[in-house]
Structure formats: C-alpha cells, structure tokens
C-alpha cells in the first residue's frame, strides 16, 4: 500500500498525463470512435436536456457510418466517401431553399434504429456505392444497395439490422426475385471476404471509366458475368483447378491468382507464380489479386513472389496488401482461415474512356 | 484526416418539423394532411413522413413505405448523374 502512494506521489502526474495525451492522440487518431463515445455521452445527457439529442444523433450516425468506412478502406484498394450530417431549421436557423437537396427527417430517443437505417441506406445508395453503381442496371443497383447496407448495419448496430431486416430487406427480396438472386451470389462472394474487396473494387473501377457510347446492356451483362464469375471462385475447393480464376470482359479484366502451394513455398520456388502473374499483365489484365494463407510463411513467400513480379514490370503498382478472416472450402466443409490478399494493378491494360470505335473493335 | 472526403446529408429533427414546413410555406397543408407522397400518392403525416424535397418550387414529400425510399433513392441518383436501364 505505501508502495502503491510512494509511487502515485512521484508518477502520479506525468503518468496520468501521459494518459491524457494518449487517449487524445488516439481519438484524434480515431475520430469515429471519440463520436461514438460523446454520442453515448450526448444520449444519456439528452434524458435530462432534451436538446443533446442534436448532438447525440449527428454524432451516433457520422460514427457509424465513418467507422465503417474506414474498416472498409482497410480491407479494399478503393476510397469511400465519409458522411457529415447537417441539421436543417435546427430552432432558429434560417431555412434556404436549396433546389434539389433532399432532407431525411430523424425521430427522436425512441427511433434511434430508424435513423440509422435509414441514414444507411441513403448513404449506402446516394453516396457510398455512388461510383461502384454508376453503370449498373437498377436491379443490380438495388441489390447492391440492400446487401451493403445490411453488411453496415451487421458490423455497427444488431438491432438496427433486425428493424431493416424485417421491415425493409425481406419484404424487397420476397417482391423481387432477381434481387434474392443477386443477394444470394453476393452472400457466397462474402463469405470468402471478396465482397468490397473484390466485386465492390472492380465496380469502382468500372465506374469510374466513361462509355462515350453508352453501351449499357453490355455493362450490365458484363457486371452479371463478373458476379458469375466471382461466384463460383467463391464457391470452388480448396485445390480445385479447374474452376476459372481469371474474368477477361471488354471493360473489366481481373485475376485472382492464389498462392499457396506448400511444395513451392518450401522449395522457395517462385518462378511458376511470378511467370503465371507476367502472363496476366502481358495479356492486358487489370487487376491482378493475389490470395492466400495468412500465416507468416505463406505472407513471406506471396511478398516475395509479389517483389519479383514488380521488380520485372516497373510499370505495375502495387495497390494495397492487407490480411483478414476469410473462408476456404475444404472436402465440402467451410473453414475460418487467415487470409492474405495483394492486389497489383497495371495501369498499361486501363482504358477510361470508350468511344463507340473501341467498342466495334473490341467486338471484333 | 484532410485527405478524406466527406459528403452531407441533410437532416432535419421531428421536433423543427413545422418550422422547415413554415418557411417553405406548406405547414399548414401538411398538417390538414393534404400533402402526398410524391410516389405513392398517399397521404403523408408526420408519422410516415421520410424526407423532404425541395425542387422546382415546390415542396415534395417522401413516405417511409420501403418502395417509396427505394424510388425516392434511384430518383435521386438518376437526377444527379443517368442511368442505364434495366433488361
């Protein structure tokens, strides 16, 4: 006990600044997390002072949906836009008619999962998926929409999710067979983690390139392929080697190479990965992601493949690297595993703008 | 932190409900239930209410019916930018 005050007596206060310091250089750091913690402050304030519910509720939404963003961005190649809530008419606040800007009205105390989904979904439709559904077809756009922002809604508020589950997502998917459709493909995409990371990733991509010719039917059919694809990538065993692991379309071409051969990694032997990879970026690949385990020997050896490759095409970026919790399918069971994702982009194979010439001549 | 890119969305609280509505000049219509959704037609209150919208001099009102949101959200896209079509 003496020892414990003669301690507090000489640390006391350079130790509890330097706590001070931390959690402010941590929030700082994280500034979704200090919102999530003054709205929870702002919440219980409100059941004295009404009013702190302005504060509690910009700041429960902005955190939320920031913070996902961010995990997202931690997992994918793509920058999403964050979110800022504007109060509009707040007391006597003047009120200017701004032609065209929509106002969502929010509840108070009782509602606080109503606003979160339906803040998610507008922020989902109108400015996170923004670029990615440029060029989608409304269903695939809707479905897209719905799963990501039930994904939102799973990672930062459960009861949130139940309310849009119940009163939103299902009675859609039961009135639209093509959206269950889609969400069934996206659900299998997820499982493996390549959802933002990979569908979601090619969309931006694909958004942001400009069809002079608007050929939108082949876009949309080309989006179905590319989920297709992903798809049965997706669904494949664990040493299935005849499951296709490249999509070649006219306006997105993108690999998934997976790396994780026991008997190469052993052997130190990259030649038949870094090869297989050059031939990807000779023949106009994209995007190339390279996958597999995320135990250190296997992180070691795909950063080694991933260095020879660069070394031998200077041209090649390498976008992002990144490890999380996928799944792999083994003798018919699925498997929690570390995963280990590279993703190389050649920016020799881009094209951002399609005139209907290029188009005829990529008919050819 | 400045490199982010940060976009609005425009809120207003239940509570300043009929202050927004008074300065468009539609409260008194909205709370004699005149005011319809602008996609399903029916009868907005403000216990249905979604959103707002100011455009082309005049105010619309968005129900909380899911294919109101739905409509009001690809509305919204296809106004700012275009869209494809479906099959």
Redesign the interface.
Known sequence: MNLAIYIYQWFGFPLGVAIAISVAVFFIKN?EKFEKWASMIAWLVSRIYTNA??FA??AELQAKLNSFVGSLESHSSA?F???????????NDE?V????????????RKHRNKNLV??S???T???LL?KA???????Q??AL?LFATQQILQQESRAALEQFMS??YV??IDKREAVRGLTQQYLKIAKVGLFFPTLVQELVYLGSKVFLA?P??E???EVKKLTDFLEKFSEREVGDMDTPNTFSGKYTRCTIRIVASRAAREKGDITNHKEGINYYIRNKIENVYIIGSGEVKNKKFMNEVTSAVLEENTVVEEVKKYSFRGRIKLNGEWVSVKTYLIHLRNPQAIKHLYEENDIELSEE | MSDKEYREIEAVHERDLPNLLSKFGVFEKFRAGEMKCKFCKEQVTSANIHSVLPESGAVHFICDKPDCIINFSEYIVEKNKGSTNDS
């Open positions: 500034p519910d302005y509720t910009k920058v836009p964050r979110v800022k809530i504007k109060w509009k008419a707040k007391g009120v008619w701004e032609e065209g800007n929509a106002i969502i009205v929010m509840r108070d339906n803040a979904y507008r922020f439709s109108e400015i923004r559904s440029r060029h989608l077809s409304k269903t756009k809707l929409d009163d939103f009675p859609e608007k939108s039917q876009i949309i059919e």
